[in-house]
């Protein structure tokens, strides 16, 4: 079983920025995938941004630009640096963790607000 910790939510005002982390404990084997997914109310689950054992990203392109994913290996944890924050970012931020199983974070209140 792998854990999933989020950290890092909360009320910005457009124009912000927020940093939110995950990190994976338990029985950890290997690592293939680590994403953000975000869902906002009356939407579907979307990916955001994913990045894989050898470093490679991939962002939706509402957020490319803005949004940078980033992990460490040794702390099994990752990270979104959200930038330039904007009203439709609102949502509640899920992480995501694939290796042998698929895993989910309990999700992160993310509000973009004047």
């Known amino acids: 079983q792998v854990q999933l910790v989020e950290s890092g939510g909360g009320l910005v005002q457009p124009g912000g920025s927020l940093k939110l982390s995950c990190a994976a404990s338990?029985?950890?084997?290997?690592?293939?995938?680590m994403g953000w997914y975000r869902q906002a109310p009356g939407k579907q689950r979307e990916l955001v941004a994913s990045?894989?054992?050898?470093?490679?990203?991939r962002y939706a392109d509402s957020v490319k630009g803005r949004f940078t994913i980033s992990r460490d290996n040794v702390k099994n944890t990752v990270y979104l640096q959200m930038n330039s924050l904007k009203p439709d970012d609102t949502a509640v931020y899920y992480c995501?963790?694939?290796?042998?199983?698929?895993?989910w974070g309990q999700g992160t209140q993310v509000t973009v607000s004047s």
């Open positions: 990045i894989i054992n050898l470093g490679s990203t």
């Open positions: 338990g029985s950890i084997f290997s690592i293939n995938f």
């Open positions: 995501n963790v694939k290796e042998v199983y698929e895993y």
